[in-house]
């Protein structure tokens, strides 16, 4: 009963502090020619509403008005994904390309996309069986082999084979029981491109290929870059996974992956914790290879009350040197479906100490969602929380904009996150103009915060000084 008091309270503690942070505000920079402005809700954005949907954020101006606004969303739609066979071609290197360093022979390949306006999302390369090594590859996309632009200058493929391992019996293994790492896919991000030049970067090896497929769908509007936070520490480590904390709202597109220590390799299992009612049902498995799906952890059973992990993607986590001063290699980031979690769980098949000394950062990629807002009247405008009475909902963004095309570009003119100006620079007539404001209520809520605050304090006391009950005969 008493740790139940003590979770209440922690509950209600939380609640008082979001309730004194209901009237926190971000100031926004207006820069070009309205009236209408794009904003793009960062992961900074993001922490100022209370759900993970954003439905309380609005934009307001000096005066405290709502202004009219859409958000911009992407298609709800599923894009229609075809996997198809590209056409591999050798070619040589130019002169002054294969000489320029010295080190092993470059190489280079062209790949035929037969691509019809469809974006390209990811590119799969074949290489020769019981190829071992790790290549690094720049790739470079053209419409007509003559005008090429770089997508990549570090793209790298690796397939590895496991060390014989004393089975059972005590015998080795055999070759093809042992296990294998590999990863022979590129992410494209979504370019348009007819051809692509694959070129082995300086003193990489030359990778045996021997076949190219490409996944492509049907051309969307670019989406716009993912954000990237600060490096994040593990808040705490077991036997085989180290917990990440994770800023609020943030909705996971990528996880970038360091491990400690240099020359490090393993795999890890990403997982995310989720609320157990909206645990998805069991989802096609990520992992490929019968030993993944058979040493699969995530048993979907929740952690604590009305939490659950939910396996999201198994990933090869590499930081490497290479021989004559090449650069490192890392492993590239981890491709997410964007969900909201409030931690982050590495999982590894064995100890977490394979990936170094210590638990490895981790950086996380969110994509900004947009909203466009119709700047009215003077400023200083700010993004604000709204408080859940407000009955102000986005329009749909063909009835902000009328006239406007379904594929014509967003309002150049935008709105960016500004410091927050100091309450000096409002001008004092604007200041006596606006009607008194109503008392705050954030001292009473931070007192009542640092009340139960010293409330579970003594009852943890309490609990510490209390003599253990005597066994009973």
């Not at 979770?7 to 309205?34: F, N």
Request: aromatic share 4%; charged share 15%.
């Amino acid at each position: 009963m008493k740790t139940a008091a003590l979770a209440t309270l922690g509950l209600a503690c939380t609640q008082a502090v979001l309730a004194a942070s209901s009237d926190a505000t971000l100031p926004l920079t207006l820069a070009g020619t309205g009236p209408y402005y794009t904003l793009d809700v960062t992961l900074q954005a993001r922490q100022l509403s209370a759900s993970a949907s954003l439905a309380d954020l609005r934009v307001r101006n000096g005066a405290g008005e709502t202004m009219a606004f859409a958000w911009v969303d992407a298609p709800t739609s599923p894009p229609v994904l075809q996997r198809v066979p590209a056409r591999l071609y050798k070619v040589p290197l130019p002169p002054a390309a294969a000489s320029a360093t010295a080190g092993p022979p470059r190489q280079a390949w062209i790949v035929d996309t037969q691509d019809t306006g469809d974006d390209l999302l990811h590119l799969d390369l074949g290489l020769e069986h019981d190829t071992q090594g790790v290549y690094t590859l720049a790739i470079e996309a053209s419409d007509d082999l003559q005008h090429w632009r770089t997508l990549q200058l570090d793209a790298q493929l690796v397939q590895l084979e496991a060390l014989p391992q004393v089975g059972a019996a005590g015998a080795l293994a055999t070759q093809a029981g042992r296990e294998h790492l590999g990863s022979n896919g590129i992410d494209l991000d979504d370019v348009p491109a007819r051809y692509l030049r694959l070129t082995t970067a300086p003193r990489s090896g030359i990778p045996p290929l021997v076949s190219a497929t490409i996944t492509r769908a049907p051309h969307r509007p670019a989406p716009p870059p993912l954000q990237w936070s600060d490096p994040i520490a593990a808040s705490g480590c077991e036997t085989t996974s180290c917990d990440y904390p994770l800023p609020r709202n943030a909705a996971l597109a990528a996880v970038q992956i360091t491990p400690a220590d240099v020359d490090t390799i393993g795999q890890v299992m990403v997982m995310g914790q989720v609320d157990a009612d909206r645990l998805p049902p069991p989802r096609h498995s990520l992992l490929r290879g019968p030993l993944h799906a058979l040493r699969l952890k995530a048993e979907r059973a929740p952690t604590q009350a009305g939490m659950a992990w939910d396996s999201a993607a198994m990933a090869n986590v590499y930081w490497l040197t290479q021989p004559s001063g090449a650069p490192d290699l890392h492993s590239p980031p981890v491709r997410l479906d964007g969900a909201p979690w409030r931690m982050l769980r590495l999982e590894t098949f064995g100890p977490i100490t394979q990936l170094g000394h210590a638990a490895p950062t981790i950086r996380i990629g969110i994509r900004p969602r947009q909203l466009v807002f119709v700047a009215r009247g003077a400023g200083p405008f700010v993004l604000a929380r709204a408080p859940a009475s407000e009955p102000t909902a986005p329009m749909p963004l063909a009835q902000l904009m009328p006239g406007r095309a379904p594929d014509a570009p967003l309002p150049e003119a935008a709105a960016t996150l500004a410091a927050a100006a100091p309450a000096a620079a409002a001008p004092p007539v604007a200041a006596a103009s606006e009607p008194a404001p109503a008392p705050s209520r954030t001292p009473w809520l931070w007192a009542a915060l640092l009340a139960g605050l010293a409330l579970m304090g003594g009852m943890a006391w309490s609990l510490l000084r209390k003599p253990p009950t005597p066994p009973s005969a």
